[in-house]
């Protein structure tokens, strides 16, 4: 069976075939044009996902080595994301779907981010996972396939936004996670005792008083020093702000992983590519005796072999979707 998944729900035009095999091809466009504006623009993300996206697929059939009519089923993220993009993708999917006579799988982007774990290691059900987005920060108990129960969110900020939206502050280039991360490897992670938030209190989520807190850390120095403040210690700040974020999601897995007594850790979402979170969580492993799997950078962040994987376990469970009523939906919130 070859599964043609199909991801557009933000600003990667992504297309990948999954098979019996395994991974066959795994293409990324990322698209550069909302550099200069600090953030996604939704409309701009549309149009770059309308020109890149039969390009894209072509070479993903290309490097599988298969051609339109090998493939069996076409897996498609339908939400949660921007609606523009979603739509282009969920369009193009149904196009290819209705002229080949093949059948669609619509698939949940926070799902995929899970089982994009299942293709290069092998987690046992029950385990916890946590999802660390752009748009996500979430603690789940997965009983089964796509049989999730939902142990906390975050109440404000994800913590991607977290890295990206200080990252900002600290006038790094957008996305500024993966440039927080790397300047983070140098820095004193010591060097300011950014807050915390609510690890008192379960498995809920907070990240934008951290936001706050650098924020007025960088406003107490006087403005004709802040510039050289902010390059002199730039690497510190980076590594003080991702120690914040990453004890957070440490201490509640280590909660949930002990609560329900899970032998996997399954880590999920393009801030698993974190290399702070990755060494936090090994340890976690170590010091638990838990399995913790973590996908590779390429695997973490928005990718469509995650879709085509998920898409492919859907089709074996017989988990289809009408062509017609298959819809996008923007958000989930649970
Ligand atoms: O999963 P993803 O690619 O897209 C969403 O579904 O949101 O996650 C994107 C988020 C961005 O906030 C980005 O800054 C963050 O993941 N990210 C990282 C790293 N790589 C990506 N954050 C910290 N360290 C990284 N190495
Ligand atoms: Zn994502």
Same mark, same amino acid.
């Given at each position: 069976? +070859?599964?043609?998944?199909?991801?557009?729900?933000?600003?990667? *035009?992504? =297309?990948?075939?999954?098979?019996?095999? /395994?991974?066959? @091809? +795994? &293409?990324?466009?990322s698209q550069t044009v909302h550099r200069r504006y600090g953030g996604v623009v939704p409309e701009l993300a549309s149009r770059a996902h309308q020109q890149s996206i039969w390009g894209v697929t072509e070479q993903a059939l290309e490097e599988a080595g298969l051609q339109l009519k090998d493939i069996d089923a076409i897996a498609v993220t339908n939400g949660p994301g921007?609606?523009? %993009?979603?739509?282009?993708?969920?369009?193009?999917?149904? $196009?290819?779907?209705?002229?080949?006579?093949?059948?669609?799988?619509?698939?949940?982007?926070?799902? %995929?981010?899970?089982?994009? +774990?299942?293709?290069?290691?092998?987690?046992?059900?029950?385990? =916890?996972?946590?999802? &660390?987005?752009? $748009?996500? *920060?979430?603690?789940?108990?997965?009983? /089964?396939?796509?049989d999730h129960v939902l142990l906390g969110d975050t109440r404000d900020d994800a913590s991607g936004e977290a890295f990206d939206k200080t990252a900002k502050i600290l006038g790094l280039p957008y996305p500024g996670g993966p440039e927080m991360?790397?300047?983070?490897?140098?820095?004193?992670?010591?060097?300011?005792?950014?807050?915390?938030?609510?690890?008192? !209190? /379960?498995?809920?989520? @907070?990240?934008?008083?951290?936001? *706050? @807190?650098?924020?007025?850390?960088? !406003?107490?120095?006087?403005?004709?020093?802040?510039a050289a403040y902010l390059e002199k210690n730039m690497n510190d700040l980076c590594a003080s702000i991702s120690e914040a974020i990453t004890e957070v999601l440490t201490k509640k897995t280590r909660r949930a992983l002990k609560e329900h007594g899970v032998k996997d850790l399954v880590l999920a979402g393009g801030v698993s590519a974190n290399s702070m979170l990755r060494e936090k969580m090994t340890a976690l492993g170590t010091e638990t005796g838990v399995r913790v799997h973590i996908p590779k950078p390429v695997y973490c962040t928005d990718n469509a072999a995650m879709i085509a994987v998920t898409g492919y376990y859907k089709a074996k469970s017989g988990q289809f979707d009408e062509l017609v009523s298959l819809e996008p939906f923007a958000s989930q919130t649970a």
């Open positions: 069976m +070859n599964i043609l998944g199909i991801e557009s729900s933000c600003d990667e *035009t992504a =297309v990948a075939v999954y098979s019996d095999a /395994g991974l066959l @091809s +795994n &293409v990324i466009a921007l609606m523009g %993009a979603l739509l282009v993708g969920l369009c193009f999917a149904k $196009g290819l779907a209705l002229s080949l006579g093949k059948p669609i799988i619509g698939v949940n982007h926070i799902d %995929a981010h899970i089982y994009a +774990n299942f293709i290069e290691s092998k987690p046992e059900y029950p385990f =916890v996972s946590l999802i &660390v987005s752009g $748009g996500h *920060t979430r603690l789940v108990l997965v009983r /089964g396939f796509l991360d790397r300047r983070a490897r140098e820095g004193d992670r010591k060097f300011v005792k950014f807050p915390q938030a609510l690890l008192s !209190e /379960g498995y809920e989520f @907070s990240f934008s008083g951290l936001k *706050t @807190s650098v924020l007025y850390h960088i !406003e107490a120095i006087d403005e004709p020093e802040r």
